[in-house]
């Protein structure tokens, strides 16, 4: 018996040390620091930073899919809405950011906001493992120059936002700073950084900051400097132009093509591979695997897509009459755009009688098809890659430049490349502002700068068939409720 | 050994007639793993005919008369013995008429009688009967209702509900006070929830530690118990009973005891229910007629319009069947018992294409060895359980709920099938999806396999000490296909060309412990201690794999190859692994001093994989103290009071619940697909923070309760207040997006209080041999409070207060959990559009959390739940009724605000009473759908004969009884049922559409044989 006692005692004794074993082991997942203490997993935290930009549900990315960023950007402007249906369908968010009555709780303000600094962090953190793995500057920069892109959105749209650049931050440490501290920040990222990116065009850095984005991104930021800080910086962004000039981008032709399904070859710079001669920066999409691009399915009615593509449609987007009726007959660019009498016994009338109750009839309103489906397609989505920098803008932002610096002589040879690829003559007369206001209207739609370009022109706040006037204050959207409550310090822009 | 325990207790309740004689009876000694018979003087039944010298033969039966096969007879002093044989009989012969015999037979009193002269003997053994000696299961050991220090509700199985029953909770329901058990809708397979009281955590970390003969487990472990094989269940409640499982032992502990054979004798019983399952209510939907008229004052298009006239809620419903059957038999000798059982559980639900086929086999075995000081008990358990399921979570954009929900949605001028005789679908309704091709067409299955066993070995070494070790293995294993063809009109399943995937899922639960345990009594003083080390460890493996595009639907989802393989996506393929690893030091004394004066200390120490690198090791103590009063010299003098018992106790108790492996670490995972470089690669992300604080939850709880019997017992009850705080409250913390990459972080911050009281009692109305009527009920009422939701994260302070907790409903410092803060319905615009009331008059609806436009309308958590158990016999004839009822409490009906608005007219239909509401559109979530959640629900009538079989060969008793399970709901609630999901966890207390909840009437048999 007793040394059956000693037997166990030992046994307990022994397991007081063998048996306490309580360590954690990780079976199924990289431990962060070993993963981005590495070489390869510094270029993984560039890549985390540009999948980011790709569109997903949720609202999440620069374009793609829905209630997110593009959404937000092109239906508060004049380019397109979704009515609610008088069948029902389609919640009224998207009618109220026409309609200039969002709020602050809605789902898309809030989603953009979500994407766009859960973006920063990513990109704080790919600048931060870049620099600890000693990485190549152009990468550095590179980082750099995607976190300064996604604050100039942020200034974009909200103006006066949260900054911070190292993730390990407290609320308390997180400053509020105004659209124009943020201008100088973006600013002087982007002068210093832009110089150490890489000129290659296309291959590795297809849908990648190289040097030529860089310097269209501080174009767009100098073009409308007035409206972020007062002063304008028309010069400024003309000398960035003329530096992506050097690039050596041109229009891609706007032949009659037999193979493209809209007629033209014009309708490439919106398809598959985006093609590098216009192309400055892609979003890359291949549907259900990287992004995805909803644009014609969610705009066509179920039976017209179904016939078409062989899958239904989700009778979402129209365009507003008035904006389709503004193209030439003899316009290119207006073979996008669907009314009538359509495949699959759909007729779409020209106008929609009402946005929000009782709502629109279920066939009303044009349609577009500038995004025409490329494969892998199904009902949620095709696999067009998605244009955020091409030369026409740019030609057409340096025709602004000249025409507001006082040399419209120069901005007549610009806008007429732009017309004559369309399948127009050349101007009679050198540009107006509100003709390359208008061009880019005709031009870039659907493409997500419209509402910067309303504002920049004083025209975003104009009655129309739908609104009177809106308010002088939507020319920012209001900090979303959620960040508001999750952040006590933060302060609401002003209206809202 | 509980075996031991639970056979008394199974026969105990027969022998109310003879509670005069057991009065002055006192069960001896039990220890943790050892149950010794106790000695009795009673000899008054013993009938002695004529004497013979020194050889004794005779009959002995127990007492209802049946004779008593493997009575152990034994001449004292002497290893002389004899057992009786089948019949009963026995014969030895015995050295002198001076020796005395002692007749003894676990679960009966032992009696022990001097020969004299006479040479045969027959002997009546007596049921252990003890009410107050009632043996309670505490954990790692047992107790007696008389000697424990803290709340505990004990239910044996003659007093647990009857009827359809498919999981053992249900048998539970409404039978223990502050413990509530709730069940939403009565999908086949699915379980009831049980929240022991209250709400003490908030990451989901409010279910029970389970456990099953020893058997550690969470919920599902209960799932692969035959409620039929349940001897009975304990659960432990208050912080000084739970803290022996320290970490694990916060949200409460159920303890199951299942049925072993008596020892010596052998049986074969065979039990089954079937019962036939009703739809007692469903939502009042416009029909055809209604629905075209309304749709066309609304202004909707004529081609939304499509002629036929379904009743689809109907055509995807019927009546649904529950059969029950167990056979169970066992047998064995004094050293040697066995019970073996089958059970089938067999459900087809009221939606179609849903049922669920449960199969559990057991077998457990007791051999003793060495002379009676060694007992080995083996345990196996082994299940199969195959659901085919309707789809859980389906709908359109705009409306996502189970299946059977979404026939609500479906205008009534749909038809099933277009003129070609496919499922109709409307191609211009966004996502539209017809209900009844999805149930027909989808294929949505599982199988769970589980297999269980354990062994424990316990030796006595010296009187009163000895050393146990016990083991206890689990598998489970888990499938789950799924296919859905693009026949399902789903609009997922077309773009797919239909899609299948299986995924398999694997869980090892491994445990050992080793015991010392010491029990003696020194004249006044008995103590009972228990040291105890044990180690877990689990480990949760699986995979998934999907494929699409599939040529046609015959395989399903059987081959994944038979897919379009060059369409592979980012999630198509996954596995995972991880584990936990729990060590434990355990320590617990129970002193008592003249029978009078108890105190139990106990104390836990655990360290787990799952903590943070900081906090790897917790401590759990508790103390436990209670005074008997009808003890006391005193109370000599009165008759008023036959027991009279007070508790208290205070414990700290842990809960990991909420902590999932690798909780603690900054962890990189797979992210799908990015473009970079120029090409697809795969795209990592941080999916955590790091957290090496990361620790347990800590729930100190205060208990007084007190335990009284008056009136000869006839009147009894409990009383129990407690208060309970839990610190280091485990949340997924919302934090600002900027700077933190997501909206949360899970850390240990904040605190919640639940304080309550618990009354139990029982009265017996009639007491007499052949009619008894008791009056028994339970009440508790529980006050929770959230206290604090701020803290420091890593040191960094948080303010966190106003979380989002549900529909409209919020986590606020000084309110309950799911306190609804909402804005008030005002009326309409002239558009139709709801208005709400601006509370601050500034002209804006402000909807943000903390918006002065709120209103605080009460918590979604019940304030009182109550049941009601009045049970009469006549005879063998007996009649039992539940009911039951909770309260205080809101519901946010959020399917009636969905099937409300009339801008859904065109594609959907709308409930009878929008109309006269008359609402087009809100962009609110306002109190006019918060509704009062109180109800009384009629959860179970039985009534049953008893038919005893004395003279027949073969039958010794057939039982057969008729029980109907919620006959009658009493509610204002205006949705289908007010009993819905009260786990705690976020969303809760919110009507999204459920699973209806069936209406039973089941006819009940049990036939033991001889």
């Not at chain 1, 953190?125 to 550095?140: C, F, H, R, T, Y």
């Not at chain 2, 057991?362 to 060694?374: G, M, S």
């Not at chain 2, 759908?929 to 038919?947: K, M, S």
Request: proline share 4%; charged share 20%.
């Amino acid at each position: 018996m007793r040394l059956k006692n000693l037997l166990l005692v030992g046994f307990v004794g022994a397991c007081f040390v063998s048996c306490t074993d309580v360590e954690e082991q990780v079976y199924d997942k990289y431990p962060a620091n070993e993963f981005y203490g590495s070489e390869e997993g510094a270029d993984v935290a560039l890549a985390g930073v540009y999948a980011k930009i790709g569109g997903n549900w949720d609202g999440v990315g620069y374009a793609g899919a829905d209630n997110g960023w593009y959404d937000l950007n092109s239906m508060s402007a004049d380019e397109q809405v979704i009515p609610h249906r008088n069948t029902g369908d389609w919640q009224l968010d998207f009618a109220r950011l026409y309609l200039h009555s969002w709020l602050p709780t809605d789902l898309i303000i809030n989603n953009t906001w979500n994407w766009l600094y859960s973006s920063i962090f990513n990109a704080n953190l790919a600048v931060e493992q870049l620099e600890n793995a000693g990485a190549d500057q152009s990468k550095i920069a590179e980082a750099k120059v995607l976190r300064a892109f996604f604050y100039y959105l942020l200034m974009d749209d909200f103006g006066n936002v949260p900054f911070y650049t190292e993730n390990n931050i407290t609320v308390e440490e997180l400053p509020q700073i105004s659209r124009g501290e943020l201008y100088e920040f973006v600013v002087s990222e982007l002068e210093e950084n832009i110089p150490d990116l890489s000129a290659t065009k296309g291959g590795a850095f297809y849908g990648r900051f190289n040097k030529w984005a860089g310097y269209a991104l501080l174009a767009k930021v100098y073009l409308n400097a007035e409206v972020y800080t007062g002063n304008p910086q028309w010069q400024k962004s003309l000398d960035a132009i003329e530096k992506l000039d050097e690039g050596g981008f041109s229009l891609h032709s706007g032949a009659v093509s037999d193979t493209n399904p809209l007629g033209y070859k014009y309708y490439e710079l919106f398809g598959d591979v985006l093609p590098e001669d216009e192309t400055i920066l892609a979003m890359y999409v291949t549907e259900n695997i990287v992004s995805r691009n909803i644009y014609t399915v969610r705009s066509l009615s179920g039976p017209h897509a179904q016939e078409v593509f062989g899958f239904s449609g989700w009778n979402g987007t129209i365009v507003p009459s008035a904006y389709y009726l503004a193209y030439d007959d003899n316009d290119i660019r207006k073979a996008q755009y669907v009314v009538g009498e359509q495949p699959g016994n759909v007729t779409y009338s020209l106008e929609v009688s009402n946005l929000d109750n009782p709502g629109a009839a279920p066939y009303a309103g044009v349609r577009n098809m500038k995004f025409y489906p490329v494969a892998p397609l199904d009902g949620s989505g095709a696999s067009n890659d998605f244009p955020i920098f091409r030369y026409a803008d740019f030609m057409l932002m340096k025709a602004e430049c000249y025409v507001r610096l006082g040399n419209a002589a120069d901005a007549k040879p610009l806008v007429d490349d732009v017309r004559v690829r369309a399948g127009l003559s050349a101007l009679a007369a050198a540009p107006t502002l509100e003709y390359i206001y208008n061009e880019r209207a005709f031009e870039l739609n659907w493409e997500g700068h419209r509402r910067q370009d309303m504002i920049r022109f004083g025209t975003f706040s104009a009655a129309n068939k739908f609104r009177g006037v809106s308010a002088a204050y939507r020319t920012l959207f209001p900090i979303p409720t959620s960040a508001l409550d999750a952040n006590q310090n933060l302060e609401q822009n002003p209206g809202y | 050994m509980e075996n031991n325990y639970s056979t008394m207790k199974s026969i105990s309740y027969t022998s109310n007639r003879h509670r005069s004689f057991l009065k002055t009876w006192r069960l001896a000694v039990i220890s943790i793993l050892i149950s010794f018979s106790a000695f009795s003087k009673n000899t008054e039944k013993i009938i002695s005919k004529f004497a013979v010298q020194q050889s004794v033969s005779g009959k002995v039966s127990d007492d209802a008369g049946v004779p008593m096969p493997g009575v152990n007879i034994l001449e004292k002093g002497t290893t002389n013995g004899a057992m009786t044989d089948f019949d009963g009989n026995y014969s030895l012969t015995v050295s002198s008429p001076d020796a005395i015999l002692l007749f003894s037979s676990i679960g009966f009193e032992s009696v022990e009688l001097q020969v004299k002269n006479q040479s045969y003997i027959d002997v009546t053994l007596m049921t252990l009967v003890a009410t107050l000696d009632d043996v309670v299961v505490i954990g790692y050991g047992t107790s007696t209702k008389k000697d424990i220090t803290g709340a505990v509700s004990s239910v044996s199985d003659e007093d647990l509900n009857q009827g359809a029953i498919t999981n053992p909770l249900q048998q539970l329901t409404g039978k223990a006070a502050g413990v509530n058990i709730t069940q939403t809708g009565s999908e086949p397979g699915s379980t009831p929830s049980v929240r022991i009281r209250g709400i003490t955590s908030l990451l989901g970390g409010n279910d029970p530690l389970v456990v099953v003969d020893g058997i550690q487990g969470n919920m599902d472990l209960l799932n692969q118990v035959p409620p039929s094989e349940i001897a009975s269940i304990d659960i432990l409640k208050d912080a000084s009973a739970t803290a022996i499982y320290g970490s694990r032992g916060a949200p409460g502990v159920i303890i199951i005891t299942t049925k072993k054979n008596r020892a010596g004798t052998s049986s074969l019983d065979y039990t089954s229910t079937a019962s036939i399952d009703f739809i007692p209510k469903q939502l009042d939907m416009l029909n055809a007629k209604q629905w075209w008229e309304q749709a066309r004052i609304n202004g909707v298009p004529a081609s939304t319009n499509h002629g036929a006239n379904t009743d689809w809620f109907n055509i995807l419903t019927r009546t649904g069947y529950t059969q029950n059957h167990t056979l169970s038999f066992g047998g064995g000798t004094n050293t040697f018992n066995y019970r073996a059982s089958v059970s089938a559980i067999l459900q087809d639900g009221i939606v179609i294409n849903s049922s669920n086929k449960k199969f559990i086999g057991r077998i457990t075995a007791t051999q003793k060895a060495l002379d009676d000081h060694l007992t080995l008990t083996m345990n196996l358990n082994s299940g199969i359980n195959n659901t085919t399921s309707s789809v859980q979570s389906i709908g359109r954009a705009a409306f996502t709920s189970n299946l059977i929900s979404n026939a609500y949605v479906m205008r009534p001028t749909d038809p099933v099938y277009d003129n070609t005789g496919n499922y109709y679908m409307d191609p211009n309704v966004f996502q539209y999806i017809n209900p009844y091709a999805v149930a027909q067409t989808v294929v949505n299955e599982g199988q769970n396999n589980s297999l269980f066993g354990s062994l424990n070995a316990e030796l006595e070494l010296l009187k009163g000490f000895s050393v146990a070790g016990f083991g206890s293995w689990r598998k489970t294993d888990n499938v789950n296909g799924f296919f859905l063809p693009v026949k399902s009109t789903v609009a997922a399943a077309i773009d797919q060309n239909g899609f299948a995937n299986i995924s398999n899922s694997r869980q090892d639960e491994k445990l050992m412990n080793v015991s010392l345990k010491y029990k003696n009594t020194f004249a006044d003083h008995k103590v009972d201690a228990l040291v105890l080390y044990e180690y877990q460890s689990q480990t949760y493996q699986g995979n998934y794999a999907q494929a699409r595009g599939f040529f046609n639907d015959l395989a399903t989802y059987n081959a994944l190859q038979l897919g379009d393989l060059s369409d592979v996506r980012p999630g198509d393929i996954s596995s995972y692994k991880n584990d936990r690893t729990l060590a434990s030091f355990l320590g617990r004394v129970n002193y008592s001093y003249l029978e009078r004066y108890l105190l139990t200390l106990s104390y836990r120490r655990d360290g787990s994989s799952v903590f943070g690198a900081n906090n790897k090791w917790g401590n759990f103590p508790a103390i436990g103290a209670a005074w008997i009063i009808d003890e006391e010299g005193f109370m000599k003098n009165q008759d008023l009071f036959d027991q009279l018992k007070l508790r208290a106790g205070y414990g700290v108790t842990g809960n990991q619940q909420g902590l999932y492996p690798q909780n603690s670490l900054s962890l990189v995972s797979a992210a799908g697909v990015t473009y970079f470089g120029g090409s697809q690669i795969t795209n990592f992300n941080i999916t955590q923070n790091v957290n090496e604080d990361l620790r347990w939850e800590t729930k100190k709880q205060f208990n007084v309760g007190i335990d009284f019997g008056i009136w000869d017992r006839r009147f009894s009850g409990s009383l129990d207040a407690f208060t309970a705080t839990t610190d280091n409250l485990l949340f997924n913390y919302t934090v600002p997006q900027p700077p933190f990459p997501y909206g949360t972080i899970a850390a240990n911050v904040g605190s919640i209080r639940n304080r309550g009281l618990e009354l139990a009692i029982s009265y017996d109305l009639i007491r007499t041999d052949d009619i008894t009527l008791t009056l028994a009920g339970n009440a508790s009422l529980i006050d929770n409070e959230v206290l604090n939701l701020s803290g420091s994260i890593n040191g960094v302070p948080l303010n966190t207060d106003y979380v989002s907790w549900g529909s409209n409903s919020f986590l606020i410092e000084g309110k309950p959990i799911g306190t609804f803060n909402i804005v008030q319905h005002l009326g309409k615009d002239d558009s139709n559009a709801e208005t709400v009331v601006d509370q601050n008059g500034d002209g804006v609806i402000d909807q943000g959390v903390r918006s002065p436009d709120r209103v605080l309308e009460g918590s979604a958590l019940p304030k009182y739940n109550f049941a009601f158990n009045p049970s009469f016999r006549y005879k063998d004839f007996d009649l039992s009724m539940v009911w039951r009822g909770s309260g205080g409490n809101k519901i946010y009906n959020g399917i009636k605000a969905n099937l409300s608005y009339l801008e859904n007219l065109g594609k959907s239909n709308v409930l009878q009473s929008a109309i006269p509401l008359g609402i087009y559109t809100s962009q609110y979530g306002s109190d006019l759908w918060l509704e009062d959640g109180d109800f009384i629900r009629l959860e179970n009538v039985t009534a049953g004969y008893n038919f005893s079989f004395d003279d027949m060969k073969y039958i010794e008793s057939v039982r057969v009884s008729l029980t109907g399970s919620n006959l009658l709901l009493i509610t204002n609630y205006s949705g289908i049922d007010p009993e819905l999901n009260l786990s705690g966890g976020n969303g809760f207390g919110s009507d999204n559409g459920i699973y209806p909840r069936t209406r039973t009437i089941a006819l009940g048999l049990s036939v033991k044989l001889k």
